[in-house]
Protein backbone atom coordinates (compact mmCIF):
# COMPACT_ATOMS: atom_id res chain seq x y z
CA UNK A 1 0.00 0.00 0.00
CA UNK A 2 5.33 4.11 4.22
CA UNK A 3 4.66 7.21 5.31
CA UNK A 4 1.02 7.95 2.91
CA UNK A 5 -1.55 7.70 5.30
CA UNK A 6 -4.47 6.42 2.78
CA UNK A 7 -8.12 6.23 4.40
CA UNK A 8 -9.70 2.50 4.31
CA UNK A 9 -11.85 2.72 0.97
CA UNK A 10 -10.89 0.05 -1.52
CA UNK A 11 -8.73 1.18 -3.55
CA UNK A 12 -7.08 2.50 -0.12
CA UNK A 13 -6.67 -0.59 1.77
CA UNK A 14 -4.51 -2.23 -1.60
CA UNK A 15 -2.22 0.85 -2.02
CA UNK A 16 -1.52 1.02 1.97
CA UNK A 17 -0.50 -3.08 1.43
CA UNK A 18 1.64 -2.57 -1.24
CA UNK A 19 3.14 0.17 0.28
CA UNK A 20 3.77 -1.20 3.20
CA UNK A 21 4.27 -4.85 2.52
CA UNK A 22 7.39 -3.22 -0.11
CA UNK A 23 9.01 -1.10 2.38
CA UNK A 24 8.77 -2.46 5.46
CA UNK A 25 9.51 -5.30 7.16
CA UNK A 26 6.84 -6.86 9.75
CA UNK A 27 8.57 -7.66 13.55
CA UNK A 28 7.91 -11.36 13.98
CA UNK A 29 6.79 -12.31 17.38
CA UNK A 30 8.54 -14.88 19.23
CA UNK A 31 6.31 -17.31 19.71
CA UNK A 32 7.89 -20.56 20.09
CA UNK A 33 10.36 -21.64 22.79
CA UNK A 34 12.72 -23.39 20.73
CA UNK A 35 14.10 -22.96 16.75
CA UNK A 36 11.88 -25.51 14.75
CA UNK A 37 12.91 -26.25 11.18
CA UNK A 38 10.73 -24.81 8.23
CA UNK A 39 8.01 -27.42 7.75
CA UNK A 40 7.86 -29.49 4.79
CA UNK A 41 3.77 -30.05 4.46
CA UNK A 42 3.82 -30.52 0.44
CA UNK A 43 5.87 -31.45 -2.14
CA UNK A 44 7.19 -28.48 -3.27
CA UNK A 45 10.60 -28.35 -3.58
CA UNK A 46 12.44 -25.77 -1.10
CA UNK A 47 13.27 -22.02 -2.34
CA UNK A 48 15.92 -19.56 -1.51
CA UNK A 49 13.56 -18.57 1.64
CA UNK A 50 14.16 -22.37 3.24
CA UNK A 51 17.46 -22.58 2.61
CA UNK A 52 18.40 -19.06 3.89
CA UNK A 53 16.41 -19.75 7.47
CA UNK A 54 18.26 -22.91 7.78
CA UNK A 55 21.72 -21.17 7.28
CA UNK A 56 20.59 -19.28 10.29
CA UNK A 57 20.90 -22.41 12.04
CA UNK A 58 20.41 -22.01 16.12
CA UNK A 59 21.00 -18.07 16.13
CA UNK A 60 17.32 -16.98 16.37
CA UNK A 61 16.31 -18.44 19.80
CA UNK A 62 12.71 -17.91 20.51
CA UNK A 63 11.94 -16.88 17.00
CA UNK A 64 8.92 -19.20 15.07
CA UNK A 65 10.85 -19.79 11.60
CA UNK A 66 7.55 -20.85 9.94
CA UNK A 67 6.32 -17.45 10.71
CA UNK A 68 9.74 -15.87 9.56
CA UNK A 69 9.34 -17.88 6.35
CA UNK A 70 5.66 -16.57 5.80
CA UNK A 71 6.86 -12.92 6.15
CA UNK A 72 10.04 -13.47 3.90
CA UNK A 73 8.04 -14.40 1.17
CA UNK A 74 5.22 -11.83 1.79
CA UNK A 75 8.09 -8.99 1.59
CA UNK A 76 9.89 -10.35 -1.25
CA UNK A 77 6.75 -10.70 -4.08
CA UNK A 78 5.44 -6.94 -2.60
CA UNK A 79 8.82 -5.63 -3.51
CA UNK A 80 8.29 -7.31 -6.65
CA UNK A 81 4.84 -6.24 -7.06
CA UNK A 82 5.90 -2.92 -6.45
CA UNK A 83 9.09 -2.90 -8.39
CA UNK A 84 6.63 -3.87 -11.32
CA UNK A 85 4.09 -1.74 -10.79
CA UNK A 86 7.15 1.12 -10.69
CA UNK A 87 7.97 0.10 -14.15
CA UNK A 88 4.40 0.14 -15.53
CA UNK A 89 3.85 3.44 -14.02
CA UNK A 90 7.01 5.03 -15.22
CA UNK A 91 6.41 3.87 -19.04
CA UNK A 92 3.75 6.56 -18.38
CA UNK A 93 5.83 9.31 -16.91
CA UNK A 94 2.83 8.70 -13.44
CA UNK A 95 4.51 8.31 -9.75
CA UNK A 96 2.43 5.68 -7.59
CA UNK A 97 0.84 8.67 -5.49
CA UNK A 98 -0.71 10.26 -9.22
CA UNK A 99 -1.58 6.79 -9.96
CA UNK A 100 -3.53 6.19 -6.94
CA UNK A 101 -5.07 9.78 -6.95
CA UNK A 102 -6.28 8.88 -10.43
CA UNK A 103 -7.42 5.56 -9.21
CA UNK A 104 -9.61 7.89 -6.53
CA UNK A 105 -11.21 9.69 -9.02
CA UNK A 106 -12.07 6.17 -11.63
CA UNK A 107 -13.60 4.22 -8.94
CA UNK A 108 -15.30 6.81 -6.98
CA UNK A 109 -17.71 6.12 -10.12
CA UNK A 110 -19.59 8.69 -12.47
CA UNK A 111 -18.75 11.44 -12.73
CA UNK A 112 -15.42 10.77 -12.29
CA UNK A 113 -14.82 13.98 -9.84
CA UNK A 114 -14.01 15.13 -6.39
CA UNK A 115 -13.03 18.15 -4.35
CA UNK A 116 -9.04 19.28 -3.91
CA UNK A 117 -9.66 18.98 -0.43
CA UNK A 118 -11.16 15.50 -0.15
CA UNK A 119 -7.94 14.63 -2.26
CA UNK A 120 -5.60 15.93 -0.07
CA UNK A 121 -7.24 14.66 3.20
CA UNK A 122 -6.78 11.39 0.77
CA UNK A 123 -3.48 11.42 0.22
CA UNK A 124 -2.48 13.35 3.39
CA UNK A 125 -1.40 15.71 1.38
CA UNK A 126 -1.53 19.77 2.70
CA UNK A 127 -3.24 21.68 -0.05
CA UNK A 128 -0.31 23.40 -1.40
CA UNK A 129 1.63 19.94 -2.54
CA UNK A 130 -2.00 18.69 -3.57
CA UNK A 131 -2.20 22.12 -6.25
CA UNK A 132 1.45 21.12 -7.43
CA UNK A 133 0.00 17.36 -8.09
CA UNK A 134 -3.19 18.85 -10.26
CA UNK A 135 -0.98 21.04 -11.84
CA UNK A 136 0.93 18.50 -13.50
CA UNK A 137 -1.58 15.82 -13.84
CA UNK A 138 -3.53 18.69 -15.59
CA UNK A 139 -0.58 19.77 -17.80
CA UNK A 140 -0.77 16.31 -18.67
CA UNK A 141 -4.57 16.00 -19.62
CA UNK A 142 -5.29 13.61 -17.24
CA UNK A 143 -7.69 15.58 -15.15
CA UNK A 144 -9.44 18.90 -15.25
CA UNK A 145 -10.75 21.82 -12.69
CA UNK A 146 -14.09 22.54 -13.24
CA UNK A 147 -16.51 25.43 -11.11
CA UNK A 148 -18.33 23.03 -8.52
CA UNK A 149 -22.10 23.12 -10.00
CA UNK A 150 -23.24 23.46 -6.56
CA UNK A 151 -21.00 26.64 -5.26
CA UNK A 152 -19.80 28.55 -8.27
CA UNK A 153 -16.65 29.61 -5.95
CA UNK A 154 -14.98 26.03 -5.61
CA UNK A 155 -13.46 23.60 -7.72
CA UNK A 156 -14.16 20.08 -8.75
CA UNK A 157 -11.59 17.69 -10.45
CA UNK A 158 -12.62 15.48 -13.01
CA UNK A 159 -11.02 12.86 -14.61
CA UNK A 160 -10.41 13.46 -18.10
CA UNK A 161 -10.78 10.55 -21.28
CA UNK A 162 -7.02 10.34 -21.39
CA UNK A 163 -7.22 10.18 -17.73
CA UNK A 164 -9.43 7.33 -17.98
CA UNK A 165 -7.77 5.06 -20.67
CA UNK A 166 -4.05 5.59 -18.74
CA UNK A 167 -5.21 4.61 -15.68
CA UNK A 168 -7.27 1.66 -16.70
CA UNK A 169 -4.49 1.04 -19.52
CA UNK A 170 -2.12 0.90 -16.27
CA UNK A 171 -4.37 -1.57 -14.53
CA UNK A 172 -4.26 -4.00 -17.18
CA UNK A 173 -0.48 -4.00 -17.62
CA UNK A 174 0.24 -4.47 -14.01
CA UNK A 175 -2.92 -6.98 -13.93
CA UNK A 176 -1.04 -8.82 -16.34
CA UNK A 177 2.59 -8.77 -14.59
CA UNK A 178 0.52 -10.43 -11.37
CA UNK A 179 -0.60 -12.76 -13.19
CA UNK A 180 2.04 -15.19 -12.03
CA UNK A 181 0.33 -15.06 -8.12
CA UNK A 182 -2.79 -16.69 -9.90
CA UNK A 183 -0.96 -18.92 -12.25
CA UNK A 184 0.86 -20.37 -9.38
CA UNK A 185 -2.38 -22.16 -7.96
CA UNK A 186 -5.55 -23.64 -9.07
CA UNK A 187 -8.78 -21.54 -9.28
CA UNK A 188 -9.47 -23.59 -5.22
CA UNK A 189 -6.11 -22.76 -4.41
CA UNK A 190 -6.10 -19.23 -5.18
CA UNK A 191 -9.67 -19.13 -2.97
CA UNK A 192 -8.30 -21.09 -0.51
CA UNK A 193 -5.11 -18.45 -0.58
CA UNK A 194 -7.06 -15.52 -0.19
CA UNK A 195 -8.88 -16.75 3.24
CA UNK A 196 -6.07 -17.69 4.38
CA UNK A 197 -4.03 -13.94 3.86
CA UNK A 198 -7.80 -12.39 4.99
CA UNK A 199 -7.37 -14.10 8.17
CA UNK A 200 -3.85 -13.08 8.38
CA UNK A 201 -4.79 -8.93 7.72
CA UNK A 202 -7.04 -9.25 10.17
CA UNK A 203 -5.71 -10.49 12.65
CA UNK A 204 -2.18 -8.41 12.10
CA UNK A 205 -4.57 -5.28 11.87
CA UNK A 206 -5.72 -5.95 15.18
CA UNK A 207 -2.56 -6.53 16.79
Not at 22 to 27: A, E, L, Q, S, V
Not at 54 to 65: H, K, M, R, T, V
Not at 66 to 89: P, Y
Request: cysteine-free; glycine content about 6%.
Amino acid sequence: MHAASFRFDILDIELLLIESLGRNKFDVKRNSEQNQPVSKRDSTEPDWVDRMIESWGGELPGIDLDVEGAVERINWISRNIRRRMDETLAEHDLSFEEWGLLGHLKLSGPPYASTPGKLAEKQDLSSGAMTNRLDRLEEDGLIKRVPDPKDRRSLKVELTKKGHKVWLTTVHAQAAKEAAIGAALSKKELEEFNVLLRKVLQKFVES
